[in-house]
């Protein structure tokens, strides 16, 4: 079975700074998905990143970047130049087949000023 | 892309009873997941929903406790019954898109239910 593993509960920045947030994942399967959704206090899950397996070229969404490493099974996501709207819930995601996502344990982000 | 309606946003509950969240979306789907995000946690699957068939439920969860309709390819409810405080949670629906090479989930709002 499939498992995706978010080791950092916690983690905070300043404001204007970089802050990456780790994910490694298990899987036998060699074309999937992964994706990196926020979760503010709304609750609204909120897609900010998505990586085809097949592409070896890293995502990029404006201040959000990845850096994928199939062979590792690492799937982190960085923020540059962090802003206050970015505190929320983050949580890494993989999907193969038929849509059913599997979900990390989150990462909870404080942005500080 | 897919536009999901989701509807109570939020309940308080009477141990006992029982709840039925919808999901309307906007546009004709195969499968629709339901979820249950408990307290500071992940979401976890409940189950997958076909239309023209029975849920599939996934371990831990079953018909009895949360039965699921799926009239049509655009609308499921889940039914959260006989409810205790333990079931406080949020709960989403959520869909499957593939277009265009992509593939990508889209949420409802979710339900933030409270049992008291």
């Known amino acids: 079975a499939q498992t995706v593993t978010q080791s950092q509960p916690e983690m905070s920045v300043q404001e204007a700074e970089t802050v990456t947030l780790s994910c490694t994942y298990d899987?036998?399967?060699?074309?999937?998905?992964l994706f990196w959704y926020k979760q503010p206090p709304s609750r609204q899950m909120i897609l900010v990143i998505r990586?085809?397996?097949?592409?070896?070229q890293n995502a990029t969404e404006n201040r959000f970047s990845v850096n994928f490493q199939k062979a590792a099974k690492s799937f982190s996501l960085k923020i540059s130049d962090s802003q206050l709207g970015d505190a929320a819930m983050y949580f890494c995601?993989?999907?193969?087949?038929?849509?059913?996502?599997?979900f990390g344990t989150g990462t909870r982000l404080t942005i500080i000023p | 892309s897919a536009v999901i309606s989701q509807k109570p946003s939020r309940d308080i509950c009477q141990r006992g009873t029982s709840l039925t969240i919808q999901c309307q979306v906007d546009s004709q789907v195969t499968m629709m997941f339901w979820y249950r995000q408990q307290p500071g946690q992940s979401l976890t699957l409940i189950a997958t929903?076909?239309?023209?068939?029975?849920?599939?439920?996934e371990s831990g969860f079953v018909i009895d406790k949360f039965p699921i309709s799926r009239p049509n390819l655009t609308f499921s409810t889940l039914t959260v019954s006989n409810m205790s405080p333990e079931d406080s949670s949020i709960y989403l629906c959520s869909v499957g898109v593939r277009g265009q090479g992509r593939t990508e989930a889209f949420f409802g709002q979710g339900t933030r239910l409270t049992v008291v």
């Open positions: 995601a993989y999907l193969f087949g038929n849509e059913k996502l599997t």
């Open positions: 929903a076909n239309q023209g068939s029975e849920a599939t439920y």
């Open positions: 990586q085809e397996a097949y592409k070896q």
């Open positions: 899987t036998s399967e060699s074309d999937y998905y």
